[in-house]
T-cell receptor
């Protein structure tokens, strides 16, 4: 149990569907992150939220839309995705939103497959 | 360009043996370096975090070293166990820009 829960664990969707990924952290952290992990590639940081405010958006296409209603919950809304968006999407949280010396705690990810 | 390179890409060792994984980086300015372990089907788990002034840090059978002058780090695993089979990811943090730079990982397989 990492303290960061992601749902669903697996998701298969067509390119015209709309779906949402959910992340919840039970660690009292104030920063939350979305990452994309593709095979043979480094993790790609997508979004960072610190105290519910978005502090980082790494040129992510608009078909990915994050939402952070409070410090414990993070969503990633998906629409009109492309086959190359198939990947493992990881959520993480930490105490402090910068590159300080606090470890990031990751969830087990949502495996997304786009048909 | 800020980069993190890990070697080897994959490694197979016998149970009980030691091994060393390498991480070279060009990230600047440097804040800290992290090693994560990622089991198949799970998210990464933090093993160590090292700052500029730390040369070595241990977490059980895992020992990380850092040479900030040569921008190299290593992760040494002692007396390997089957449960050590995983991907090991090196992450370098910077105080500016993208902030987190990830390596592609070393896939370690421990066989009986």
């Amino acid at each position: 149990e990492t303290g960061v829960t992601q749902t669903p664990r697996h998701l298969v969707m067509g390119m015209t569907n709309k779906k949402s990924l959910k992340c919840e952290q039970h660690l009292g952290h104030n920063a939350m992150y979305w990452y994309k992990q593709s095979a043979k590639k480094p993790l790609e940081l997508m979004f960072v939220y610190n105290f519910k405010e978005q502090t980082e958006n790494n040129s992510v296409p608009s078909r990915f839309s994050p939402e952070c209603p409070n410090s414990s919950h993070l969503f990633l809304h998906l629409h009109t995705l492309q086959p190359e968006d198939s990947a493992l999407y990881l959520c993480a949280s930490s105490q402090g939103g910068g590159p300080d010396h606090q470890p990031q705690h990751f969830g087990d990810g949502t495996r997304l497959s786009i048909l | 360009k800020n980069q993190v390179e890990q070697s080897p890409q994959s490694l197979i060792i016998l149970e009980g043996k030691n091994c060393t994984l390498q991480c070279n980086y060009t990230v600047s300015p440097f804040s800290n370096l992290r090693w994560y372990k990622q089991d198949t089907g799970r998210g990464p788990v933090s093993l160590t975090i090292m700052t500029f002034s730390e040369n070595t840090k241990s977490n059980g059978r895992y020992t990380a070293t850092l040479d900030a002058d040569t921008k190299q780090s290593s992760l040494h695993i002692t007396a390997s166990q089957l449960s050590d089979s995983a991907s090991y990811i090196c992450v370098v943090s910077s105080n500016t820009g993208n902030q987190f730079y990830f390596g592609t990982g070393t896939s370690l397989t421990v066989i009986p």
